[in-house]
Nanobody
């Protein structure tokens, strides 16, 4: 059973930066499949949405349009950790951020993911 633990959330002013971390309990970076490590977020009253994904086999990334150019997803394979660097934060980025792992058909589809962390809160004030 893979466990994912997020950290790095907090409160910042608009324009600020945060770096989120997602530590996996075991080496889940597979080379035999379409394994993704993905950040999602969910704001109060809204559906959970995909933010950024890292395809471990292709070493490719994908981003939601709303964060492209501001957020960067990366991984430290040796540490079994995926990061989300968030720059130029906006109040609309306020949400609970979750890390997920799985083999999705569509990277942003929540139902395609097997493992989830508990989330870390990000609050951006104007």
């Amino acid at each position: 059973q893979v466990q994912l633990v997020e950290s790095g959330g907090g409160s910042v002013q608009a324009g600020g930066s945060l770096r989120l971390s997602c530590a996996a309990s075991e080496h889940i970076y597979s080379t035999d499949g379409n394994y993704h490590m993905t950040w999602f977020r969910q704001a109060p009253g809204k559906e959970r949405e995909g933010v950024a994904a890292f395809n471990t086999r292709l070493r490719a990334t994908a981003y939601a349009g709303s964060v492209k150019g501001r957020f960067t997803i990366s991984r430290d394979n040796a540490q079994n950790t995926v990061y989300l660097q968030m720059n130029s934060l906006k109040p609309e980025d306020t949400a609970m951020y979750y890390c997920a792992a799985g083999r999705p058909s569509v990277w942003s589809r929540t139902s395609d993911y097997t493992y989830w962390g508990q989330g870390t809160q990000v609050t951006v004030s104007s």
